[in-house]
Every structure is written in structure tokens, then in C-alpha cells.
């Protein structure tokens, strides 16, 4: 059974437009919560991370939104630019040193010119 | 740069055969965890090591294991290697797991090939 869920495998954008990346989890002791980005041929690279504690956490062009309710989190990427397309990984754990992180199946970003 | 190198990058060995990959974290790193990505998934937690003794093990039998050593570096073992372990394995490192204050690092990943 999947604990976090990203139902678009993949998502085309324009260039200069907004990205929104979609992860749902489902293990309500999930309180941190990631976004990995992968380049092929490469290991994930961290991008952004938000505690449970808040509902918004931005970092340059980056901001994710948490909602708790729903069990929902999405990455937002503005401006995307042609070096953004990449897959992204929503990953989640309870924040304890004994727990790992549980990563979804990624969603393919594709930035058109 | 990531500070944490995996190697062999590339390798094939064929099924039944054992293979180990190599980890080199961060100085001060205390966690390592290994996962393995086939093709179309997410990264799969295999295990977590901390200070050298194993704390977390994902759904990987026991022909999986690993160790931890005192100069940060680490070792996946796969034995009786199987077709369906044909995967990139990434190792993963931090000071410790989980937090606010954590960051995890990872590896460019081993890509093993069964045949």
C-alpha cells in the first residue's frame, strides 16, 4: 500500500509559467515532509522540506503548501525555467531518527520553450 | 557535490552471483541509508544504519545487508542476486534522520545490472 501517492506521473508546463507538483499521503504521523529533485543518471538532490507545524515554507522559486485535512501537499515552481525539468520526488517521514523516508513514484516535469 | 560518493557506477553480474556496492559519506555523517530505484519507481527504502549498528529495514529479504563503518564509509551486500534486483541503488547520508535541522545527501547511485 502506497503512504505517499503522486497520481501524475508526468506534467508538461510552459516556460516562464507556473509548475504545481500534487502528493497525497496517507499515514497521519507523517510531520515532514520533502521534495526531491532527479536528473537522469543522477541521485536525488534535496529541494525543499516542510514541518507539519507550518502550511507554507518558500525558498526562492520554490514553495510548498501543506494541507493536513487533506492530507496533501504540492510543490509550486515560478517562473519554471528549461533547467526545472527534472523528476520530482514527494517524500515523508514522522521525524524520528529510527523512521525512514517513504518516497513516492515521481513526477516527470517537462518545461516547454 | 553532494559529499557522499557511491561506487562501482556501472556494473553487470549475473544471476546467483553477490555483489558489493560502496558508500563514502560525509565526515560526521552517523546515518547512512541504502535504497534501490527500478525503473518507473521511487527510491525503496532497504535499511538505515546508525553509528554502525543497523535501526530501520524496509521489505528487502535477507540476502540484502550491509555494514557501517567507524571512518563513515558503508557497504550494501546482495547475495543469490536475482534478475528483479537489476535497479540503481542509492545511498543516502545525514547526521542524523529526520528533523528540521537534518539535511539528507545523496549519492549519484550504483547502477547494477543482472543478467
Known amino acids: 500500500d502506497q503512504q505517499v501517492k503522486q497520481n501524475s506521473p508526468s506534467l508538461s508546463v510552459q516556460e516562464g509559467r507556473i509548475s504545481i507538483l500534487n502528493c497525497d499521503y496517507t499515514?497521519?504521523?507523517?510531520?515532514?515532509f520533502l521534495w526531491y529533485k532527479k536528473y537522469p543518471a543522477e541521485g536525488p538532490t534535496f529541494l525543499i522540506s516542510?514541518?507539519?507545524?507550518?502550511d507554507k515554507n518558500e525558498d526562492g522559486r520554490f514553495t510548498v503548501f501543506l494541507n493536513k485535512s487533506a492530507k496533501h501537499l504540492s510543490l509550486h515552481i515560478v517562473p519554471s525555467q528549461p533547467g526545472d525539468s527534472a523528476v520530482y520526488f514527494c517524500?515523508?517521514?514522522?521525524?524520528?531518527?529510527?523512521?525512514?523516508?517513504?518516497f513516492g513514484k515521481g513526477t516527470r516535469l517537462h518545461i516547454l520553450p | 557535490e553532494t559529499g557522499v560518493t557511491q561506487s562501482p557506477t556501472h556494473l553487470i553480474k549475473t544471476r546467483g552471483q553477490q555483489v558489493t556496492l560502496r558508500c563514502s559519506s560525509q565526515?560526521?555523517?552517523?546515518?547512512v541509508s541504502w535504497y534501490q530505484q527500478a525503473l518507473g519507481q521511487g527510491p525503496q527504502f532497504i535499511f538505515q544504519y546508525y553509528r554502525e549498528e543497523e535501526n530501520g529495514r524496509g521489505n528487502f529479504p535477507p540476502r540484502f545487508s550491509g555494514l557501517q563503518f567507524p571512518n563513515y564509509s558503508s557497504e550494501l551486500n546482495v547475495n543469490a542476486l536475482e534478475l528483479d534486483d537489476s535497479a540503481l541503488y542509492l545511498c543516502?547520508?545525514?547526521?542524523?534522520?529526520?528533523?528540521?535541522?537534518?539535511?539528507?545527501?545523496f549519492g549519484e547511485g550504483s547502477w547494477l545490472t543482472v543478467v
Open positions: 517524500a515523508a517521514s514522522a521525524g524520528n531518527r529510527d523512521d525512514k523516508i517513504i
Open positions: 516542510i514541518s507539519s507545524i507550518k
Open positions: 499515514n497521519s504521523m507523517f510531520d515532514y
Open positions: 565526515s560526521g555523517h552517523n546515518t
Open positions: 543516502a547520508s545525514s547526521l542524523s534522520m529526520g528533523g528540521d535541522e537534518d539535511t539528507i545527501y
